[in-house]
């Protein structure tokens, strides 16, 4: 019988579904607020900007040998509501120029021209924001790694389209006075003025208001602004929001992987692996789909090798071994069903219990593999205290709840005779390596000869007769040789004990060490706390009991260590290379440090979003909010460009403030709803095999909304905070002070 066995190509084929549905979802929400907003002919062409956006992406990724696959696809996805906003910055000025009156051509010009040098900074401080995510090390990184490529394609295409092609379509509509002649066309035209006449009376009510007080009262938002994000520090840092270092990537396998003591026979694992598959169909039977389509797809029970984890998983190579087995169980497609693959992993898990004949048992439902969420490497002056150690760590771990499948990685060889001297044979001058030369001789052999028969050359060993090395007995009366010449009874010369030979050994700097691991559920307790107990509390008492133990990290929580100062030091020089586009084309060291502003409040934005969903941050969030970084300062970055341009007008800085506020607050506005509603889809996804981008959206979505709202307020506020501080430095210099 043939059966198709782990076929990707169908959970490659479910993803991509997902992610297409979601994102034409997306797209559809973009333009149906674009149509609100603006003239439906304005936001048509604002949405073509997408699609060539994408087809200009597709090229490149032909050229740069990327692929189609599930984080390409998510870089699509987290691009339609950001691709959009360089095209409605410059559509809304061009369309507010057809308003006051101007020419078509005339208009797309000037309106173009205007936004060109806030549009392209914007751009380029959102490319700049998401480079350090191409340069995360590690296995996440490569994973990850084709997400901010995706974005900083579509970005560089979509800011070409935006200035050299958007306005030459745009030249030829006439806004202004136009009357739809279609009925829907007239019903649209109704719903835009209605929503037209709604954010103007905002504008000049509410928003006028909140602005002045802002402008008047800056210390007073500052303050608001700053106690609000440490509020937010406090919360994370309390550990309200918990932190996992990698989600959980929904799977279709869920597999046990176990190892009976060496010698067990194959028949014999064979009735384990059973038990446990047994285990598996009856945690099946106990989590009934609602659908009422059966949990379990497949189920494939291999003695003699093991099943690895990851993309690409099949069995572990190397020679057959009998006491190894896995059982994978291969689960319906996660869209088809509502039980996720890591809650049949702890159910079934938890019906097979303790095992006392099973030396290992592992289980695993994770797509990607970063390593256990527990590994910690150990060392110690000698064997004997190294073993010591690993068993008083595992004692330790195992009883914390929601830690399980606490291993080690030492594999036990064959059955071996083992020698220890005894102070006798000191004094006779025996070493322990004669005895060992003279045991070998007497029961392997030793070579006598060399005989030289045609091409061949037989070697001929001399031992003892058959009857004399058959049994433990025959070993203890064995005479051994001393220096003097004389013979003694081996079992009066050492201690003869029954053990293991180690199969493996394992040496970091020259030092033999010994790897802990330990899996988590993380519903009940985090990566980061079980290893800050680890690290704080359980290594430092087993030290006391054993003198020079050393230890280090390894996995999940070593993989963290590399990526996150990594992402650190790379986002730091990607605000770098921010304030120095904003200075330069600022001409002002001071301003950037404005637009700059706005990023911590990505952070409190994300923040919130978690909170409410009840999500976990980890790097998928921290992708989110470095690359939310670079979105966020768009808005201030554009206000404070018409603020400056206000004030060389010769307008007074308060009311620069507010007219810039107020004239750019439409444009803001709809590229911060734009940029939620494109990831928004996915945000509300239910579908299993979902769950793990959804942080990122979250981080995105949710940052740049409440980031946005705060933005308005706080940058109007520093550029008064920085007005006032100019006027005292001019004051002090003896200089005129503007009024």
Do not use: C
């Amino acid at each position: 019988e043939v059966k198709i066995w782990r076929n990707d190509a169908t959970e490659f084929r479910n993803r991509v579904d997902l992610l297409v549905k979601n994102g034409l979802v997306g797209l559809v929400l973009v333009m149906v607020a674009l149509a609100l907003f603006l003239d439906l002919r304005l936001a048509f062409w604002v949405a073509v900007g997408i699609f060539v956006s994408f087809i200009g992406t597709f090229t490149a990724m032909s050229m740069l040998g990327l692929s189609i696959n599930m984080m390409s696809l998510f870089g699509f996805i987290l691009a339609i509501g950001i691709v959009v906003d360089d095209a409605i910055v410059t559509g809304e000025n061009i369309y507010a120029e057809n308003e006051r009156g101007v020419a078509g051509m005339q208009a797309a010009v000037s309106g173009a021209q205007r936004v060109a040098t806030p549009v392209a900074l914007a751009v380029g401080t959102t490319i700049t924001a998401f480079i350090p995510l191409l340069f995360v090390p590690g296995v996440v990184g490569k994973f990850l790694f084709q997400i901010p490529a995706i974005v900083i394609i579509v970005l560089t295409v979509s800011v070409l389209e935006a200035i050299l092609i958007l306005p030459h379509h745009l030249a030829h509509l006439q806004i202004a006075g136009y009357v739809a002649r279609t009925g829907l066309g007239r019903v649209l035209a109704g719903i835009r003025h209605g929503m037209d006449a709604l954010l103007r009376r905002f504008i000049e009510g509410p928003l006028d208001r909140l602005l002045r007080f802002a402008t008047l009262r800056y210390g007073v938002v500052i303050a608001a602004s700053l106690s609000l994000f440490m509020l937010t520090l406090g919360v994370i840092a309390g550990g309200y929001v918990k932190f996992n270092f990698f989600p959980i990537v929904e799977g279709r396998y869920v597999t046990a992987s176990l190892e009976l003591p060496q010698g067990t026979s194959a028949a014999a694992t064979l009735r384990v692996a059973e038990q446990i598959e047994a285990a598996g169909r009856e945690a099946a039977r106990q989590l009934p789909d609602p659908s009422g389509r059966d949990l379990v797809s497949t189920v494939m029970t291999r003695v003699g090798r093991q099943e690895v984890s990851g993309p690409g998983a099949g069995a572990a190579l190397g020679l057959l071994q009998g006491h190894k087995a896995s059982v994978v169980f291969e689960l319906l497609d996660p869209e088809l069903r509502s039980i996720s693959s890591h809650d049949f992993e702890l159910r079934w898990r938890e019906l097979v219990g303790t095992l006392p004949q099973v030396r290992k048992l592992s289980f695993a439902s994770n797509v990607i593999n970063v390593g256990s969420a527990v590994q910690v490497l150990l060392s110690a002056r000698t064997a004997q205290g190294l073993e010591e150690a690993v068993h008083l760590v595992q004692q330790e771990l195992s009883r914390i709840e929601g830690v399980f499948d606490v291993r080690d990685d030492q594999e036990p060889g064959k059955r071996e005779v083992q020698f220890k001297l005894k102070p006798y044979a000191r004094t006779l001058g025996v070493t322990i390596d004669s005895l060992a030369q003279q045991v070998r001789a007497g029961f392997f052999g030793a070579e006598a000869v060399r005989v030289q028969r045609g091409r061949d050359e037989v070697r001929v060993y001399v031992r003892l007769p058959d009857e004399e090395r058959n049994s433990l007995a025959d070993l203890s009366l064995y005479r051994v040789r001393t220096p003097s010449g004389a013979f003694a009874p081996l079992h009066e010369l050492a201690d003869i004990s029954l053990g293991h030979a180690s199969s493996t050994l394992v040496r970091e700097d020259g030092r033999r060490v010994t790897t802990v691991l330990a899996e988590i559920n993380p519903t009940v307790i985090s990566g980061q706390q079980i290893n800050g107990r680890l690290l704080d509390e359980i290594l430092p008492r087993v030290r006391e009991q054993i003198p020079g133990l050393t230890w280090s990290m390894g996995g999940e929580q070593r993989e963290q260590s590399q990526t996150l100062p990594a992402l650190a030091r790379n986002f730091l020089l990607a605000l770098f290379g921010m304030y120095a586009m904003l200075a330069l084309a600022f001409r002002n060291y001071v301003q950037p440090f404005i637009v700059l502003a706005s990023v911590p409040f990505g952070l409190v934005g994300a923040t919130i979003g978690h909170l409410m969903l009840g999500l976990s941050f980890g790097l998928i969030s921290i992708f989110g909010i470095v690359g939310l970084s670079g979105i966020i300062v768009n808005g201030s970055l554009v206000l404070i460009d018409f603020v400056n341009e206000q004030r060389r007008q010769g307008v007074p800085v308060r009311e620069a403030i507010i007219l810039a506020a107020k004239g750019r607050f439409r444009p803001i506005l709809l590229t911060t709803i734009t940029t939620f509603l494109g990831i928004f889809p996915l945000i509300v996804e239910r579908s299993i095999q979902a769950q793990f981008l959804i942080p990122l959206g979250v981080s995105i979505a949710v940052g740049v909304l409440l980031g946005t709202a705060l933005l308005m307020l706080l940058t109007p506020a520093l550029v008064m905070l920085e007005e006032e501080l100019a006027q005292r430095v001019r004051r002090w210099r003896g200089k005129p002070v503007a009024k």
